[in-house]
């Protein structure tokens, strides 16, 4: 990533009275049980395609929704607050409960969806089977975060954090060759107000203010994580460009779960559900699922 300052687009706009929702999707399966998919932060529901039409094909029903403000142009997005994103997946849950599902329903995230994933975990433990973190993002500690990111908490505390952006760059979250060059094509182009195929590949900007609104998400959920109870999967590659595997471990040493595992991938990057193990991810995923719903079986919950 590089850095970008942009005074052009530093006015706050007026926040929008309703976050923006669509272009989300589900899918019906054939048994009760559900399962919730939560992009990542400037990310799209695009890229929970694949594990979506795994578990789909394996009789789960799907439901990703596309978190608040996400298509919306990047100066509309920056100004959003981490809990904005957390009310599209919390709305998700009441919808279904409104709706009469009552089979088992497990929820799962890439990167910051993950940190999300987990807090509906807390909130709603009555109703959560599991969890699935894919590539959970705390700290971006990764081989290719920019060297200047010593710098963001004093950015953090000024109104700085409005005026710089983080610009995508190679190999942006993904190892597999031809997807990175199609990927290449849009980035290398892209200015900041190009919103031109977003719905696809995600934003090729970052804005500041985002990491800062991740930075207050990850010490709410730092105080929630011995709370959750829940089966927890955590999911992440060896050699994670954006998020060391120290995020994973830093979950799996703190949450309350009996059940938790860590899996580790070695041939890919950050954007797993994407990238060239997508296939063992969206594997993995569902027989820890499916061992959930065996291990209630077993004990009549």
Known sequence: MS?????????????????????????????DATV??????????????????????KGYSVICPNLAYHGEPIEILKDARWQDFYNSVRNVMFEHKSAGGKGPLFVSGLSMGALLALLIADEFSSDVAG??????????????????KF????????????????????????????????????????SLNDMQDVG????????????YQLQLLVKHLTRRLPNIKVPVQLIQAKDDDMASVRNSKFIYDRIGSEIKEI???YNSYH??????????????????FGSVLTISAVSGK
């Open 151 to 190: 710098l963001l908490p004093f950015v953090y505390k000024t109104f700085l954090r409005y005026m710089f952006y983080f610009k995508e760059e190679p190999p942006y979250g993904i190892k597999n060759e031809a997807m990175q060059q199609r990927i290449h094509r849009y980035y290398s182009k892209a």
């Open 36 to 57: 919730i998919l939560i992009h990542g932060m400037t990310g799209t529901p695009n890229e929970m395609r694949f594990i979506a039409n795994f578990l789909n094909k």
């Open 263 to 265: 899996v580790l991938l």
């Open 131 to 148: 969890v699935s973190c894919l590539a959970p993002t705390l700290f971006y500690d990764g081989w290719n975060t920019p060297n200047t």
């Open 200 to 211: 696809q590949y995600g934003y090729p900007y970052f804005p500041v203010a985002l990491l």
């Open 271 to 288: 954007v797993i559900t994407a990238d060239q193990e997508r296939y063992i991810v969206a594997e993995k995923a569902e027989k820890f």
């Open 3 to 31: 850095v970008v300052f942009s005074p052009d687009i530093v006015k706050k706009n007026k926040r929008a009275e309703q976050c923006s929702s669509g272009n989300g999707f589900s899918l019906k399966g054939t048994s």
